[in-house]
């Protein structure tokens, strides 16, 4: 379904951008010595960011009071945020010089907790005034040591915040360890530990709406933009060089053909047909199951950002474009002179939510395995379940009724004869795998440096805000699949080969393998991931983003090769 795939998909590109940041920025003015929301969020190991735990799973010190929870949206609670109080105070424009917050005597159970995380590069996440802030826990000591044995753990004791204000806001805050106060965690023994933190306030002319730009500048860095820009005009010449292929060679060859044809027509007893006016009487041969064919071009496609912000607005995006969904598939399913149109419909609603539920169900219960906060709460299952229920369904039901009444017919210029011609015997490379792989690789060599940052944006902690260049890109990707496969159409009519349908649809969607295989790239030579968990996250959510694509671009290809088609016998005249 072009139209609701075109609509999620601008909306994924717009939001990428901005929700890297929670969406309840803060708009709260302080005096001095009012307390300031410091929530912890979560911890887990630097390079594996599906997997992370509850702030209070590693034994640090609890607030005096009881654990508060905070409210988390949606989004939130998809993206496994779980926010609670932290033991810090951070009151406005008060200093604090190594306050210590607990003494504690920490357990060797603790101790191997703590030497466990320190030794997997486990970071933690808080949440100042809705600023984000990120620090490590502690170090290991590899310095002159060739076996993992003699390294040495330290646990950092004392943590640093440097808070910038503007009159009565907070505008920035950093984060820093104390690399002289460090606890010795090498051994199981029990240890004493001083749990300090120190505050410094320092007063800044940066404008309140102005302290999110920190989180954009590595991104936006002149380095960053000059391979953004490279990429641009990579993709522009693929662009311009497949354009020019068409309108010089592929052009040409119709006008000839057309003359030829014209020609044909005067003299039709002496000379017989050949190539793509040869199959006329077939080329509308209505394809092989094509209650399938409706169902994927009427799918709407969903993307999983892992962010909370955009993870709310796909859920909602995809419940309200299931109607067009269910109108799309229906209607050209009745144009196929379809009969079972409720099958139809049920086929179009779970052919992208029935895997990706499935591969849900696997994932979370790992995440619940492993006690991670990616494990979604009963509660928030069963808001989505009522989300597809009461607004997913009902949407696409009605689309669907809409669809089958719009009694619109398949316009065909041509004729189909009773009988379908034979299809001649074809070279290999004809075939449908060899034709995939051709129609796949251009479009994905023009948006695959832009790939790079896009995983490290989704699958780590770097931040993507130039999501105009990602605009772009995608704008590029659809004329390229466009155009690469009304080539394609024209290669397999000129062999004598009607079966276009399918064909057109595989090739268009073909870009989403070539995805799925830089997602095996991008996990071995480019990414730190390790262990079952964050390889089966990775490798299942990428499945259903792939799978996605391939729906989308799917329907790109079939559309323009449905145009081209219609176009070309449209200009001759079919008997």
């Not at 440096?449 to 995608?474: D, K, N, P, Q």
Request: neutral net charge; hydrophobic residues 45%.
């Amino acid at each position: 379904m072009e139209k609701s795939a075109t609509m999620l998909m601008v909306a994924v590109i717009v939001i990428v951008g901005v929700s890297q940041v929670r969406s309840d920025a803060s708009d709260h003015h302080y005096k001095a010595g009012d307390a300031v929301p410091l929530y912890a969020n979560k911890v887990g190991p630097f390079h594996n960011p599906s997997e992370t735990y509850r702030y209070f799973d590693l034994p640090f010190c609890s607030p005096d009071k009881v654990i508060k929870e905070k409210k988390e949206a949606l989004g939130e609670v998809l993206n496994g945020d779980r926010l609670v109080s932290a033991p810090y105070k951070l009151d406005f424009l008060v200093d604090k010089d190594s306050e210590v917050i607990c003494r504690k005597r920490m357990t060797k159970e603790e101790v191997a907790k703590f030497r466990h995380a320190v030794s997997k590069d486990y970071y933690f996440q808080m949440y100042y005034d809705d600023l984000p802030i990120w620090g490590f826990l502690g170090k290991v000591d590899k310095e002159g040591k060739l076996d993992p044995s003699e390294y040495k753990y330290y646990l950092y004791k004392h943590i640093h915040f440097d808070i910038l204000y503007n009159k009565d806001r907070v505008i920035e805050i950093n984060v820093r360890t104390d690399p002289s106060s460090m606890v010795d965690i090498t051994e199981d023994r029990e240890v004493d530990v001083d749990f300090m933190y120190s505050v410094k306030w320092k007063e800044t002319d940066i404008p309140f709406e102005k302290r999110m730009d920190k989180y954009s500048q590595s991104s936006s860095l002149p380095h960053h933009l000059e391979i953004h820009w490279f990429s641009i005009i990579n993709s522009c010449v693929t662009v311009l060089l497949l354009t020019g292929f068409l309108a010089t060679i592929l052009m040409r060859v119709l006008k000839n053909d057309f003359v030829k044809y014209a020609h044909d027509e005067e003299t039709a007893e002496e000379q017989e047909e050949t190539g793509w006016k040869y199959i006329h009487g077939d080329v509308f041969r209505f394809p092989k199951c094509k209650s399938l064919l409706a169902a994927a071009l009427g799918s709407g496609v969903f993307y999983p950002y892992n962010r909370g912000a955009l993870f709310t607005a796909l859920v909602v995006i995809y419940a309200l474009t299931s109607g067009v969904a269910g109108y799309t598939a229906a209607s050209f399913y009745c144009q196929l002179e379809g009969s079972n149109w409720v099958r139809n419909l049920l086929l179009t609603g779970f052919l992208f939510c029935g895997p990706l539920f499935l591969t849900f169900c696997f994932l979370n219960t790992v995440a619940i395995a492993y006690h991670a906060t990616a494990a979604l709460p009963f509660g928030t299952i069963v808001v989505i379940l009522l989300i597809w229920t009461l607004v997913t369904s009902p949407l696409l039901v009605l689309g669907g009724i809409a669809g089958k009444n719009s009694k619109a017919e398949f316009q065909a210029p041509c004729r189909t004869t009773k009988y379908p011609r034979e299809i001649p015997p074809l070279p290999w490379y004809r075939g449908t795998l060899p034709q995939m792989a051709m129609a796949g690789f251009l479009p994905f060599s023009a948006i695959y440096i832009e790939l790079y940052y896009i995983f490290a944006s989704v699958w780590g902690h770097r931040i993507y805000t130039i999501y105009s260049i990602l605009f772009i890109v995608f704008i590029i990707l659809i004329i390229v699949t466009a155009f690469i496969t009304v080539a394609l159409t024209y290669f397999q009519l000129a062999a004598e080969d009607h079966e276009w349908w399918w064909r057109s649809f595989l090739c268009g969607g073909s870009t989403g393998l070539f995805i799925y295989g830089y997602c095996l790239y991008y996990y071995y030579a480019r990414s730190d991931m390790s262990g079952f968990m964050q390889t089966s996250f990775f490798f299942g959510y990428m499945a259903c983003i792939c799978y996605g694509f391939f729906l989308m671009l799917g329907t790109v290809g079939f559309r323009a090769a449905l145009f081209f088609v219609r176009h070309i016998y449209k200009s001759i005249k079919c008997e």
